[in-house]
């Protein structure tokens, strides 16, 4: 019996205590970004200046005991640079508060991100395996299309600068559309996992391309169809974007074939034609990308955000010591221009490379995790990032015409903030199902009680025949008796 | 007095960019060691199995009880262990997930009964071949079995 004894799985290990490690320096960015402000900017710091950063590393350290408990093989780099971006856009937002005078975006930011890592601890608590969600990829899409039609709706829709976005209860607004974000995403993930297999063999050959069949594709065409068509007459035109191309990301991902991302690509520039010609707005936009200078006034955002950049150089300005608060929307679309200038190149790049972190985990996760529903599912939830960052920091960097997108876990804005958290608890729960050991026994043990005793064996002569098997093939078939050594 | 503070402000700055660049080398590390040094489940197996061929004296703790092996295929190399009964099929309840776009959802059923273990096919699409011939009822398998399901080949091992 001591062969017994050694059949423990191997041990893998769970690597909470280097995520735990981790999260010091993770927050001590973000605190030291509001304690070198008040040092900068006053000279002292305000009294009782501990308790936001006392607040934040209970915070993280509540996430981190959620973790610990429900997914202990999780990835142990997400969470922690999950904390450091959201420190540095809390250190941000209360920087320019202090030049602004008279807001209290951080302070509002900071319920927000409450909010946010409840909503992170109750996926990692209620989610733990995801794959229930595979089962109502329909369920979801509705769910998702009513998320996304409900700022249409009379009484709680609010339009706010020409896109009619939100939502508004009780005084707080909210945009549905970051949490369909996150539905739409299950929705395709789901439906996409059942057919994976026929979507990518069945069907007409056209060519090098193989044309899926009708009934295969037009559900999902139909999903994303309704959600871009909404988006576009919502006038938010980046988060069509945004899931125009997740779509098309989640296809290849799906079917393995880049018929998929060529043809995405060339129906995304007819698209862009068409609404370039069409839509005022969108041609203001790619004139202030690639002529900004030659309209002062129309395309001030977009100069100052440049000039402060700029200003920043290399290291930055050090924080509190620039002027980001002369862009407009310095908290949102253009808080990427205010880090800029602050902490500068260096650390602006830094800040993408934690990105990049986010990302390159999350496809990681999506390679190792062993079903197709967690494997479309992170790999969706990463290239969401991917997509998200290059447009905004892209568009203020003018590397792309600009698109209102959310910087993640930076920009001012509670629901984008709280999708994100959830986003970052679903990366957490797959990579836990991912990387936790294989060998389990628990459920041979169920089945074993419940079915292995409703055959009746010897009271067969030729051998046992199960209830289970198709009659048809009785004659076409031999039966075997094999393995009686 | 204001060189000095000037320089206090912009050594802080540069300290702050680094600080943050630090936590990036930190996570770097920590991403390094997880490609090279931690052990992922899948190579936990493949380490099992090197170490369990060559040397029967010191086989690993899988070999000493009947398996089930995915010799080829898409998750070549995965074991399970054969007790109580199992499914093998691509549906994500199966016990063993085969993630093989030939095989069905819930594809064959082992079990055993008081001589020997048994599988059966549960009205899969594309059948089930027990070494080579395509089964019609519960067959006997055992040591050395290929079971070929979907374009999956599983071998039972029995020590």
């Given at each position: 019996m001591t062969s017994v004894a050694a059949a423990a799985p191997p041990k893998v290990p769970t690597r909470r205590w280097v995520e735990l490690g981790l999260l010091v320096p993770a927050l001590a960015v973000g605190i030291s970004g509001y304690v070198l402000t008040n040092l900068n900017r006053t000279g002292a710091l305000p009294p009782r200046w501990w308790l936001v950063p006392a607040l934040c590393a209970l915070l993280v350290l509540a996430a981190h005991v959620v973790v610990?408990?429900?997914?202990?093989?999780?990835?142990?780099?997400?969470?922690?640079?999950?904390?450091?971006?959201?420190?540095?856009?809390?250190?941000m937002l209360n920087r320019l508060d202090m030049a602004i005078g008279g807001t209290d975006v951080a302070r509002t930011q900071l319920v927000w991100m409450v909010i946010g890592v409840a909503a992170f601890a109750a996926v990692i608590i209620w989610l733990r395996d995801y794959r229930v969600l595979q089962r109502y990829p329909y369920l979801l899409f509705i769910v998702g299309m009513i998320l996304l039609l409900m700022p249409l709706m009379p009484v709680i829709g609010t339009n706010i600068n020409g896109s009619r976005i939100w939502i508004r209860i009780a005084g707080y607004s909210f945009q549905p559309a970051e949490v369909a974000k996150i539905v739409l995403t299950l929705a395709f993930a789901s439906y996409l996992a059942d057919r994976s297999d026929v979507l990518a063999s069945?069907?007409?050959?056209?060519?090098?391309?193989?044309?899926?069949?009708?009934?295969?594709?037009?559900?999902v065409f139909v999903m994303w169809a309704a959600g871009v068509v909404v988006l576009v007459f919502q006038n938010d035109l980046g988060t069509a974007l945004l899931f125009f191309g997740l779509f098309v990301v989640m296809m290849y991902v799906a079917t393995d074939r880049i018929s998929w991302v060529v043809g995405g690509l060339f129906a995304f520039a007819g698209a862009a034609a068409v609404i370039y010609r069409f839509a005022g707005h969108v041609q203001v936009r790619v004139d202030s990308w690639l002529h900004p200078f030659s309209d002062m006034s129309q395309n001030y955002q977009i100069i100052e955000g440049q000039f402060g950049m700029a200003w920043g150089g290399l290291f930055g300005r050090g924080w509190g010591l620039g002027s980001p608060s002369r862009v407009p929307l310095a908290n949102t679309d253009f808080i990427s221009a205010a880090l800029g200038e602050e902490i500068g190149l260096v650390g602006l790049v830094g800040i993408i490379?934690?990105?990049?972190?986010?990302?390159?985990r999350g496809l990681k996760t999506a390679l190792l995790v062993r079903d197709s529903f967690g494997k479309l599912l992170t790999a969706g939830f990463s290239f969401v990032f991917v997509l998200q960052v290059t447009a905004i920091i892209g568009g203020v960097t003018r590397l792309l015409p600009l698109t209102g997108l959310t910087t993640p876990f930076l920009s001012r804005g509670g629901s984008s903030l709280v999708a994100n958290w959830a986003i970052a608890a679903i990366l957490i729960v797959v990579s836990h199902q991912a990387r936790r050991p294989v060998v389990e026994f628990e459920p041979f043990v169920d089945l074993d009680v419940e079915q292995t005793a409703v055959i009746d064996l010897s009271s067969l002569e030729d051998g046992p025949v199960g209830p289970r098997v198709s009659a048809s093939?009785?004659?076409t078939t031999q039966h075997l008796k094999v393995g009686d050594k | 007095?204001?060189?000095?503070?000037?320089?206090?402000?912009?050594?802080?700055?540069?300290?702050?960019?680094?600080?943050?660049?630090?936590?990036?080398?930190?996570?770097?590390?920590?991403?390094?060691?997880?490609?090279?040094f931690v052990t992922t489940p899948g190579e936990t197996k493949a380490l099992t199995h090197a170490s369990a061929?060559?040397?029967?004296?010191?086989?690993?703790?899988?070999?000493?009880?009947?398996?089930?092996?995915?010799?080829?295929?898409?998750?070549?190399?995965?074991?399970?262990?054969?007790?109580?009964?199992?499914v093998v099929g691509r549906a994500a309840d199966a016990t063993l997930d085969v993630n093989d776009d030939y095989a069905s959802g819930h594809h064959a059923r082992f079990y055993r009964d008081d001589q020997s273990w048994i599988v059966a096919d549960l009205g899969s699409t594309n059948g089930t071949i027990v070494n080579g011939l395509?089964?019609?009822?519960?067959?006997?398998?055992?040591?050395?079995?290929?079971?070929?399901?979907?374009?999956?080949?599983?071998?039972?091992v029995e020590p």
């Open positions: 610990r408990v429900r997914t202990p093989y999780a990835d142990p780099v997400i969470l922690p640079v999950v904390v450091t971006l959201c420190g540095l856009g809390l250190a069945a069907g007409k050959k056209l060519g090098a391309l193989t044309l899926p069949r009708l009934r295969d594709i037009v559900p490379v934690l990105y990049a972190l986010i990302v390159s093939e009785d004659d | 007095m204001n060189s000095v503070s000037a320089l206090l402000i912009g050594g802080l700055k540069i300290a702050f960019v680094a600080l943050l660049w630090l936590f990036i080398a930190l996570v770097a590390v920590v991403v390094r060691r997880d490609l090279f061929a060559p040397n029967p004296k010191r086989r690993g703790w899988a070999a000493q009880r009947p398996q089930l092996v995915v010799i080829d295929g898409a998750g070549k190399g995965d074991t399970v262990p054969l007790q109580g009964e199992l395509r089964i019609a009822r519960p067959t006997r398998v055992g040591d050395g079995d290929i079971i070929r399901v979907g374009r999956t080949n599983l071998k039972v």
